[in-house]
């Protein structure tokens, strides 16, 4: 809880006007890591999308996108829990707090070449459908990489980060039990190769500001 009061001072901090580079700002994207020794229940999401998508060092699970308005930092992102939301900072850091209290490794990436208010406005429009448990494209809901996509579009209008192959392997090739037994309740085959985003690889885009904002939190 000390821990989660400190990170909620240093965005405050941010948000209320310290060197404008080093701060985060609306727009800014909120990626969520885990160690990759760190036990969690195996059958859970967050253990499925770590085995498919972590790499050396942290297990990138969820992407989110911060809105900073004066002395005040909100959060839009896609969560089982919530579906597509926009909350504020407290309820995302106490929806990611981990299982001893403590909280995950938080890094921050701004996104370049476009207009972040024009994107914060997009994903807010998509509050209110539910989270896409199908992670499948154009159905009425969002997985949280995937309202990113759809959030941040370049002077054209088409989606900043392209689609890749959807990767639901862990690295030795087998697919996790959770994804057998989810899609398999939803009457469908793991969508493996299909089309889509995860974090990781959102992560590992080169669409980012060459700028360090906040990531020993």
Not at 14 to 38: Q, T
Not at 119 to 145: H, I, T, W
Request: charge should be negative.
């Amino acid at each position: 809880m000390k821990k989660l009061l400190v990170l909620s001072s240093v965005l405050l901090l941010c948000a209320l006007g310290c060197n404008r580079k080093d701060c985060l700002r609306s727009g800014d994207l909120v990626f969520v890591g885990l160690p990759m020794d760190y036990s969690i229940d195996s059958t859970s999401m967050d253990a499925a999308i770590a085995a498919a998508t972590g790499t050396d060092g942290l297990n990138l699970i969820h992407v989110a996108i911060a809105e900073v308005q004066g002395d005040s930092t909100w959060i839009i992102d896609a969560t089982i829990a919530h579906g597509v939301d926009r909350h504020p900072l407290d309820t995302f850091l106490k929806d990611f707090t981990l299982k001893d209290g403590t909280l995950p490794e938080f890094l921050i990436k701004r996104v370049s070449g476009v207009d972040a208010s024009a994107a914060v406005e997009r994903a807010k429009a998509f509050c209110g459908q539910p989270y896409d448990v199908y992670f499948l494209a154009d159905n009425g809901a969002m997985y949280c990489s995937e309202l990113v996509q759809n959030s941040y579009l370049d002077a054209s209008g088409n989606p900043v980060f392209d689609s890749v192959p959807m990767n639901w392997a862990a690295p030795d090739g087998t697919i996790p039990v959770y994804w057998e037994q989810l899609f398999g309740l939803l009457g469908m085959e793991v969508p493996q190769g299909a089309p889509g985003t995860n974090p990781q690889g959102m992560y590992d885009s080169n669409h980012y500001e060459n700028v360090q904002i906040q990531t020993n939190w």
